[in-house]
């Protein structure tokens, strides 16, 4: 009996061993599974496939809320899958209110044709083709996750993207959240916390943006109504792309704007270094010379809105662009501008400003530079970050200027050296409102601010807050593009 008994035991314990082994096994290629990184991903782009419409609310912050970073905005949308083209939805946006700003709040709408914005702070709905309708819609657009989420493959761009790595699981309040690194082919970085339960997306921070979007419900919907009735006393306006800005032509002086060199050493070293001389000896223009320089600095790096490194010397951002980091506008601008004054073109750094720029989120400026050509006796609008100098009929032309054949549409319009670029985004158009440019823009290896004059449309107040949180002030006001576009004063 006892005999029995012991076989039975080293039976049992026999097949526990193998239960236990078994379990280990399933347990490693569980493992295995669960942090591929394109597994996950691809298991969230199959459950967001599945629902038709989505319905959901999220958070925005400019930085990571779980290190103290306050919500900006709060996001409450229903939308639909259409693949291959925007998705339809209803939106509702509320700003939060900022030291500087009320709370301010928008609805927006797109049945497929008419995009809506219901603009509750300025009492105003403007409607349009999804091209035509003003910029502060269309930056309201990339603070939502419209194609991630209802496209056709949401996650497809992510999980062909060159770079995705699994950084850990971790928890979002009580749901336990797995995390993907991710560097698309453009260059953008993500990072996504893809819920374990559901595979459901959880949040979503953008490096580039600096916008965490922390999603607190996400549910199929059953329907999504785009139909949004007008408030009464509200003013309809019909967009058909930019809106006319009018300026006055004549007005008391500003002081002059001083561009040049006052370190005529690191001027010489920055001409030398990099054979600018050499770039632009064959031009007969100074036009010519300037898109040549703005070509040649539109190829040091790839486009970031934030910069990998904090840096304002011009030779340390072109060797960083050179070794690989990433820069934004500013830096774009800071250095074509530092490198035509270096060669003798006289050139200014310029922030255009869109007309919301106060209670705007994201998206509301772009920064460029303006070269004045001697020969022409007229300053010239110069975007490196897009490699755009733009001509009509010959003729160079300064940003109001630009910003008045982009909105007439002219079809001779001609924007680059060798005529690659034949258009100009829509969303850095209507920027072009408010200018700001500074008072002196001298080569120097560390380059200072003494004041800026600020170029406002008649009838206009200018702006006291830039997206929400920073003040504007001290700027020198003007309605005249006399005072505004006056030839500089030189230093050499």
């Known amino acids: 009996m006892q005999s029995r008994t012991r076989g039975i035991a080293r039976l049992l314990a026999i097949g526990l ?22 597994a996950i991903l691809q298991r969230c782009d199959a459950a967001l496939r599945k629902v038709e419409r989505i319905d959901y609310l999220a958070r925005c912050y400019f930085g990571d809320p779980d290190r103290g970073a306050p919500p900006a905005a709060e996001v409450k949308v229903c939308q639909w899958r259409r693949p291959g083209r925007t998705p339809g939805f209803l939106a509702e946006q509320t700003n939060f209110p900022t030291d500087l700003v009320p ?39 990339s603070v939502l996750m419209m194609r991630d989420l209802t496209s056709g493959s949401p996650m497809d761009e992510a999980i062909r993207s060159p770079h995705v790595s699994y950084a850990g699981r971790t928890r979002i309040g009580t749901d336990e959240c797995d995390v993907i690194d991710i560097v698309t082919r453009d260059g953008q970085e993500l990072r996504w916390w893809i819920r374990v339960t559901d595979s459901m997306p959880r949040r979503r921070y953008d490096r580039n943006s600096n916008i965490t979007h922390d999603i607190l419900s996400l549910q199929a919907a059953e329907k999504c109504d785009t139909e949004v009735a ?13 809106r006319e800005v009018r300026y006055t032509d004549d007005g008391p002086p500003l002081p002059a704007f001083v561009c040049g060199v006052e370190d005529r050493a690191f001027a010489r070293k920055l001409r030398n270094t990099y054979k600018l001389d050499e770039l632009i000896s064959d031009a007969t223009t100074d036009l010519e010379r300037v898109r040549l320089i703005c070509d040649w600095v539109h190829s040091l790096w790839q486009h970031s809105n934030t910069p990998t490194k904090s840096l304002t010397n011009v030779i340390d951002i072109i060797e960083a662009g050179r070794k690989g980091e990433r820069f934004s506008c500013s830096e774009y601008a800071g250095v074509v ?55 009509l009929d010959d003729k160079p032309l300064n940003t109001v200027e630009f910003q008045r054949a982009l909105q007439r549409r002219e079809p001779v319009l001609d924007f680059s050296i060798d005529g690659e670029i034949d258009a100009y985004p829509l969303e850095l158009s209507e920027s072009m409102y408010f200018l700001r440019a500074r008072l002196e823009s001298l080569v120097l290896a560390n380059p200072r601010f003494t004041g800026a004059a600020m170029l406002v449309p008649d009838g206009t107040q200018a702006p006291t807050a830039f997206q929400r949180v920073a003040p504007i002030q001290g700027d020198l006001v003007t309605t005249s593009l006399k005072a505004f576009y006056a030839p500089p004063e030189v230093r050499r």
């Open 17 to 38: 061993l193998a239960h236990a082994v078994l379990a280990a096994q399933a347990e490693s290629i569980r493992g295995i599974g669960e942090t591929d990184p394109r």
């Open 103 to 141: 709370e301010t709040r928008k609805t927006i709408s797109y049945n497929g044709r008419t995009l809506e914005v219901v603009d509750h702070h300025r009492h105003t709905v403007h409607e349009g083709r999804l091209t035509d309708v003003a910029a502060s819609a269309t930056s309201f657009l």
């Open 230 to 242: 007008t408030p009464e006393g509200y003013t309809r306006v019909r967009d058909r792309g930019l």
């Open 337 to 391: 501008a530092a490198c035509l004054n270096a060669v003798g073109i006289s050139a200014r750094e310029v922030i255009m400003m869109h007309p919301e720029v106060d209670t705007m989120l994201i998206g509301s400026s772009h920064v460029v530079a303006e070269a004045y050509l001697r020969d022409a006796g007229a300053w010239v609008f110069v975007d490196a970050q897009k490699n755009v100098v733009p001509t």
